[in-house]
């Protein structure tokens, strides 16, 4: 790789590293120390995803205009003083205002961090973005398990932690990003995709998918909320809680060339990949669900490691598959917005459902969004099967 694609990588790794001091204990933060139900701390995630979508959306409209560089420095420097500000004032309702910048700035960065991979290091492909998800996970795992440790000693530390690690971004940015070229005018964004779609099969199909897509969010980021709350209710301490995500990090970095041959013989079958991933995201829950030791979360977190390996790459995939020719980012658009919606979602359903009644209606419930998934992703191609049907019958 290229040295300015190195930079980027490790950019993302520090950033990503310091956003998961804090993203796996908001829920028990405002749970436990603010005081606050499952329903207000579902809430208050909502509103952190719901400014990362239109973080999105101007970065990638600020970086066709102003550069990468700029942008970037823009969304870190408003990250930094909602760090700041978490780090001086983390009570009620401070918490919420900052978290939500928080979630803006950081949506401001990562369309540009993944534009910028491409224009640096064009010959290499995909693997220029994969590089960026390997950085991605590599924070995860490392700021996941330093926060669990950290919180259990002060969750003032974690927010230092967090600005500390921030502000070294912002250092690697400043530096290392300024002669970074970048192609304008050729990030595909949402909001510069205005002509409409002229085959609505297609449309119709990334739609179906894609509401799959959201339904296993809703219950994938129940990990993040509810049940990182249930962990601290039944006995498993924060660091117990923080070393769940650092296996989920470094189990997808490590399990890279075991899945690679599995992933070969779905190349078929993308489609079976997908509902292969979600059954197995039910089995992980079901495991949760009579969990009462540290050993049985972490095997259901390492089950539903192994289903979002098969799940989550295989979506854009299809969506790129699917998308007519300069259609790839509006397509990408539709299936990251529905990525964070269930993201923004999720939180708030499950704290209602366990607030009004308890985690075993939650876990039963979640495991009937995945099987609804489950239905929607092995039909969703039929608009395209009929629309091949009735060409061949016109062409006969």
Known sequence: ????????????????????????????????????????AGFVLMLNSAASVIGNLLGGALFDKLGGYRTVLFGIILTILAALGLTL???????????????????IIFPCVFAMAGSVWKEGGRRAFNAIYVAQNVGVAVGSALGGFVASYSFSYIFIANLL???????????GYKNMSAEQGKQATVIAQQSRIKNKQVLKALIMLCSAYLLCWVGYVQWQATISSYTQ???????????????????????????????????????????????????????????????????????????????????????????????????????????????????????????????????ISLIGLFIISIGL?????????????QEQTISM
């Open 1 to 40: 790789m290229p040295k300015s694609l190195w930079l980027l990588v490790i950019g993302m790794m520090v950033n990503t590293t310091g956003s998961s001091f804090l993203w796996p204990l908001n829920t028990i933060y405002i749970n436990e120390h603010l005081g606050k139900s499952l329903s207000v």
């Open 89 to 107: 004032w983390h009570d009620w309702p401070n918490y919420v205002i900052f978290l939500t910048i928080t979630g803006f700035g950081s949506g």
């Open 165 to 175: 690690m921030f502000i070294i971004f912002l250092l690697i940015a400043f530096f």
């Open 233 to 363: 209710h039944i006995g498993i301490t924060l660091k117990e809680y923080g070393l769940l995500w650092t296996i989920n990090g470094a189990l997808i970095v490590i399990a890279q060339p075991v899945m690679t041959p599995l992933i070969k013989k779905f190349r078929a079958s993308m489609k079976g990949q997908i509902v292969t991933g979600i059954i197995i995201f039910i089995i992980s829950f079901a495991v949760v669900s009579v969990a009462h030791s540290l050993s049985a979360f972490v095997i259901a977190m390492i089950i539903l490691t192994l289903g979002e390996m098969l799940v989550w790459p295989a979506i854009p995939t299809i969506a790129n598959q699917l998308s007519p020719k300069g259609k790839e980012g509006l397509f990408q658009g539709i299936v990251n917005s529905t990525a964070t919606g269930g993201r923004m979602v999720g939180p708030l359903l499950g704290g209602i459902i366990v607030d009004l009644s308890n985690m075993s209606t939650l876990f």
């Open 377 to 389: 992703s092995a039909i969703y191609d039929r608009p395209l099967k009929s629309t091949a049907k």
